[in-house]
Structure formats: C-alpha cells, structure tokens
C-alpha cells in the first residue's frame, strides 16, 4: 500500500511540475515585450509620455494664446471709448453747412435750388448717429 502511495505522490509531483513547466511558459510569453501584452504595455507607455509632452505644449500655447486676447481686447476696449468720444463730440459741432465753392457748383436757374452735399450732410446732421440701446429704449418708450 505504501508502494501505490508513492507512485501516486511522485506522478502527482510530476504533473505539478509539468504544469508549472506550462505555465511560466505561458507567461514569457505573455510578458513578451515585443508580441505579448507587455509589448503593448510598453507602446501604451510611450503614448502616455508623448501625449503628457503634447499637452504641456498646448497648455503653454494656449495661455500665451490667451494672454494675447487679452492684450487685444483691452486696446480694442480702448479703441471703442475713443470711437464713442468722437462720435459724441461730432454731435457737439455746429451744424451750420459749410458753403460749396462757386467753380465746382452745377450751375442752377433761378427757380431750382440746387441739392449739394454739405446741404444733404446738414439734414442728416440733425439725426444722431451713435446711440446705445438703453437710449433707445427709453426713447422709445
């Protein structure tokens, strides 16, 4: 009885070692940095680096980006208070038409009055041209 003990300990020994035999193969495999999945460990590993590096670029660009807005929304900010002065000072002006010189005036009978622009300019003057939407509103109302 002790004889079949023993072949049947040792044949189980050797069927666990044959299985481990299988195994670590398995795994070399498995761990291959070329075909296996450690190979695409190690692709993943380099995408992760250079999409990191990628990032930090843009990162970078984007805030010179942005501060490069900024500049241009500040003097276009300016730009815009000093198109609202000129226009407010234009309504300052008299409106008395400026007379046309004689050489370059159409000739006109005693019944036409001729139209120049500087006549056409002082109809137009009595209009405001620059007006924000709360003045309009409350003109309107």
């Known amino acids: 009885m002790e004889f079949i003990a023993d072949i049947l300990l ?3 020994a050797l069927g666990a070692g044959f299985y481990c035999f299988v ?3 398995r ?3 498995f761990n291959d940095l070329e075909k296996g ?3 695409a460990v190690a692709v ?3 995408q992760v680096d250079d999409l990191s590096k990628a990032l930090t670029q843009a990162q970078s660009a984007s805030g010179s980006s942005t501060e490069a807005l900024a ?3 500040h003097r276009a900010e300016a730009v815009a208070q000093r198109l609202e002065l000129m226009m407010a000072s234009m309504h ?3 409106e008395e038409p400026r007379s046309a ?3 370059t005036a159409p000739a006109a009978g005693p019944s036409e009055k001729p139209e120049t622009p500087a006549t056409e300019q002082a109809e137009r003057s009595t209009e405001p041209m620059f007006m924000r939407h709360s003045a309009e509103r409350k003109g309107a109302a």
């Open 10 to 12: 040792v044949a189980g």
């Open 23 to 25: 195994l670590a193969r």
């Open 27 to 29: 795994l070399t495999r």
């Open 37 to 39: 999945v450690g190979g």
């Open 44 to 46: 993943l590993s380099a």
């Open 71 to 73: 500049d241009l929304t």
């Open 92 to 94: 300052d002006l008299s």
């Open 101 to 103: 010189p004689e050489s």
